[in-house]
C-alpha cells in the first residue's frame, strides 16, 4: 500500500522556521522525484519545490527561492522541506507528491500558518 505521511507543520511567528518531513512507503522511493507542493485557501495548488531521484537537482519557486530547501534522505525514505524567514504569505497546506515514470502519489498534506 503506497503512502506518503507529511508531518512537522503548524503555527508560527513571521520570520520562524520549520521543517516539513514526508515519509513514503509501499514504492520504491529512489526511483521517484519527490516535489512539495502547498495550497492556500481560495487559491489553486503551486509547485514549492522539486527534486531528483538521486538528490542531484532541485528547483524551486520564486516565492520561495533562498528561503526554502528540500533534500531527500533515500536511506530513509523521506523528503524534507526546510522552511526559513517564513512569511504570512506561506500559510497553506503543504502537500508532498511522488512521480515515476508512470505513476504519482499524493500525501495528505500538513497545514503550515505563519501569523503573529
Known amino acids: 500500500q503506497v503512502q506518503l505521511v507529511e508531518s512537522g507543520g503548524g503555527l508560527v511567528q513571521p520570520g520562524g522556521s520549520l521543517r516539513l518531513s514526508c515519509a513514503a512507503s509501499g514504492f520504491t522511493f529512489s526511483s521517484y522525484a519527490m516535489s512539495w507542493y502547498r495550497q492556500a485557501p481560495g487559491k489553486e495548488r503551486e509547485l514549492v519545490a522539486a527534486?531528483?531521484?538521486?538528490?542531484?537537482?532541485?528547483n524551486y519557486a520564486d516565492s520561495v527561492k533562498g528561503r526554502f530547501t528540500i533534500s531527500r534522505d533515500n536511506a530513509k525514505n523521506t523528503v524534507y522541506l526546510q522552511m526559513n524567514s517564513l512569511k504570512p504569505e506561506d500559510t497553506a497546506v503543504y502537500y508532498c507528491?511522488?512521480?515515476?515514470?508512470?505513476?504519482?502519489?499524493w500525501g495528505q498534506g500538513t497545514q503550515v500558518t505563519v501569523s503573529s
Open positions: 507528491k511522488a512521480r515515476g515514470v508512470s505513476y504519482e502519489y
Open positions: 527534486i531528483t531521484r538521486a538528490g542531484i537537482n532541485t
